[in-house]
């Protein structure tokens, strides 16, 4: 769920002063908000060059719609009273309403989720799920807050939205620092604030909610279930045996954390573990049950023990048959990609590589299944969750897995055929089939008026 700030990044190779300095602001460029937004219009740009996709739906699409901003007051526990900035950007909903999380991080900004929020319209588009994208949150740290401060911060947060979210407009989930508790407040918020016959209706606000309070079976664990659906593909395509491989895993919270179990499952060993507390090692592969359990109790994988502590460049540099960052963007620069010592990255986060870093991974020849195909397992169960919302059902588990699998399979197949095809990175292929849908909406629909 968190990831070691990049300020604790030891300097690289010792140089010349004059070059390390303009190393190290090169570097610091790179990794700001402002340039996550800007790889996404690159990624956009290069996917425009293999597609027909007329000039104006590229330029639409570097757009956001809505850019929401709310200032909002929340008593504290020691009667204080702080000022909060909250977010949502809505990016495009020519395809279905705005879909995607909320974060609550003290890194949230309006940059940052305006790229998180193209990549959610990018990914919707790319697996056929009816939703456009957004993405939003808050600007805090939830891990420095009570239960009862982090709940008033989202009741607040989600009354100063008011109608600009809604059941058929626009559909928040879980992100980084949000889980199915805060999904469960946000809802109850919002229900209050329509009449009493309504309040039912309105579940389908928010998904990735508690099951008692009308989430889906097979949520929690959906997107570390598709990303290990890519992997099991990948594995297929290029007749490589699971049994017995290993797995470096950045991220320990819900999406690495269940990553980690159901890789078990392959006889896949996580042996390299790190989040924001630290990094550790260990060779004969991390019990993922009791490393979760000590995630949950002390909020970070440090003090484990039946580990080693390594620091983060050991960590990039674990020679491992599988590498997940399941962090924050922008954790694999240059540095990291020339260490690396894997076959292929699979993007359990969003963004985690730099344009920098996936050059120097795709020149060594490490395959990257890159996040919109990747982390999709997620928003494509949030979607069986508003369906069974809407039409008042609950489906089994069994259900909710079967159809997560065939949508991770159909997915994979068409990104690695339009890869093939036109011999162009997984990435440029999943953004180029995601911009071909939408510009054909647009092409049926026109420009209004
Ligand atoms: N936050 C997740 C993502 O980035 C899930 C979004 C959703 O379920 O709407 O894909």
Known sequence: MASTPKSETAAAEPMASSDAQSAAKARAKRLTHKAFLEAVSLHLRAAGKVTNVPEHVLSIAEHTKNEIIVNFPVRMDDGTIRMFAGFRVQHNNVLGPFKGGMRFHPSVSLDDLKALAAMMTWKCALMDIPFGGGKGGVQCDPRSMSQAELMRVTRRFTHALGSNIGPDYDIPAPDVGTNAQVMVWMMDTYMNTVGHVQKNAQRAVVTGKTLNSGGSKGREKATAAGLVHCLVEWAKANEVPLEGKTAAIQGFGNVGGNAALILTKYGVSTVAVGDHTG???????????????????????????????????????????????????????????????TRIVLEAANGPITPAGEAVLLSRGIEIIPDLLANSGGVIVSYYEWVQNKRNESWSSEKVAEKLEQAMVHGYTKVSAFARQHQCPWRTAAYAIALENLATAYAERGIFP
């Open 279 to 341: 990094y550790a090692h260990n060779p004969e592969g991390f019990n993922p049950h009791m490393l979760l359990d000590h995630v949950k109790e002390h909020g970070g994988i440090a003090d484990y023990g039946r580990s080693t502590p390594i620091s983060r460049e050991a960590f990039f540099s674990t020679p491992v048959d599988f590498f997940i960052p399941a962090a924050l963007e922008n954790q694999i620069d240059e540095d990291e990609a020339r260490s690396m010592k």
